[in-house]
């Protein structure tokens, strides 16, 4: 064997023991981490067979070592000819090994279909770049950026359904995202994304939920989520205007009590007051006409005669729902209790891990949240 094949032969042998100690070393821990070692090795053992074809490694019958020309290295020939260390004439001989320019350059190989309609393109706002997930990929990203791993397996599970139907509602409903992109991980416009070592938990609750989702009269949801509802959820027409969806009214969510996110209380002196909500002279005293939801949400507010909406009140006072209720305090102070966190509309967090410690599945914490709707696979 000669030095040149020996060397490098030992040293993609230290390189697979190396690998190998560290597979070794996550056996046991999360799953996707072990996988991805896994196929390191074996692709290191792959490469060591690949070698013994390429001619820089191949000795001649008479037991020299080979000398190429270097275009060999590029394209090797299956049977060298005592004319391959020549530099090929202006017309070749059939002989001559070939030069780089009549090497043809490899073209990408394309997506299956089948493999394609499992895929959706994301916007990284973050990155300013556009990437093509796997769909189960892209449910895994979202479900650990948006909900805590604390949280039940169940109550996982059902907002993992929740992400996978968002998927599949935005692809037959495109927004506008860059590069054609049809959804973004920005959280205040689609849903957030985390690239993170995912745990074992978030894994478990994506893989046990593959491929199902939610749809009413057969047609995917906008399956709409938040953090607390303050005790019950919103209609959609409510929040968002227009005659609503079917599936998105109003529900009660009891067990988000026992949450921090469920109440808080804010403070503001009047000049504050005045000056966030962008009304000149605004004071407790001049707070009228206030209009609720049957969820106790605030539709419109008058103060010092101009009419706000809910959503604009809480977007100005950075209040963490719509459901505001005030009172007076000291020196003219403004005090706003507010009750939930988020816009209301649709499942609940808090909601849905209160029925995860109760003993409901997934699919019961979803048709609780999405009126008439049916938990279906895509397959």
Not at 68 to 84: C, D, I, L, R, Y
Not at 232 to 261: C, I, Q
Not at 293 to 301: D, K, L, R, V
Not at 305 to 315: A, F, I, T, V, Y
Request: hydrophobic share 35%; net charge negative.
């Amino acid at each position: 064997m000669s030095r040149a094949r020996k060397s490098v032969l030992h040293i993609l042998l230290l390189v697979i023991i190396f690998v190998a100690s560290l597979h070794s070393a996550v056996l046991g821990s999360n799953s996707l981490v072990a996988i991805r070692r896994a196929d390191m090795f074996h692709g290191l053992v792959k490469i060591i067979k690949n070698y013994s074809s390429l001619s820089i490694l191949q000795e001649e019958s008479n037991g020299q070592e080979n000398v190429s020309h270097p275009e060999q290295t590029t394209m090797p020939q299956a049977s060298p000819t005592p004319n391959a260390t020549k530099v090929p004439t202006a017309e070749p001989t059939a002989t001559a090994a070939p030069t780089v320019s009549e090497t043809p350059f490899p073209t990408a190989t394309p997506i299956p279909e089948e493999e394609l309609k499992n895929t959706i393109l994301v916007y990284f706002h973050e990155t300013d770049m556009v990437r093509r997930l796997n769909i189960e990929e892209y449910v895994l990203g979202v479900l650990a950026a948006e909900m805590s791993d604390r949280f039940e397996l169940e109550a996982l599970k059902a907002q993992a359904v929740a992400i996978r139907t968002n998927c599949y509602y935005s692809l037959e409903h495109v927004k506008e995202h860059k590069d054609g992109a049809v959804i973004c991980t920005d959280s205040s416009h689609c849903q957030a994304f985390s690239d993170e070592d995912y745990s074992s938990k978030y894994v478990k609750a994506v893989t046990k939920t593959e491929g199902i989702v939610i749809k009413y009269d057969g047609e995917y949801i906008s399956a709409n989520y938040f953090y607390n509802s303050g005790g019950y959820t919103e209609d959609s027409s409510n929040v968002w205007g227009g005659s609503g969806k079917p599936y998105l009214v109003a529900v009660s969510s009891p067990g988000e009590e026992a949450f921090d996110s469920y109440y808080k209380e804010y403070e503001f002196s009047m000049k504050s007051f005045a000056k966030k909500s962008g009304i000149k002279g605004a004071s407790y005293e001049n707070i009228t006409d206030i209009d609720r939801s049957s969820s106790g949400g605030i539709n419109s507010i008058t103060i010092n005669g101009k009419k706000l909406s809910g959503r604009e009140l809480r977007s100005r006072l950075d209040l963490r729902s719509t459901k505001a209720y005030f009172k007076q305090g000291e020196d003219g102070k403004i005090i706003v209790e507010v009750y939930g966190y988020g816009h209301g509309v649709g499942m609940s967090q808090c909601g849905a891990q209160a029925m995860a410690l109760e003993d409901a599945s997934y699919k019961t914490i979803l048709t609780h949240y999405y009126t008439g709707v049916k938990i279906r696979s895509i397959n």
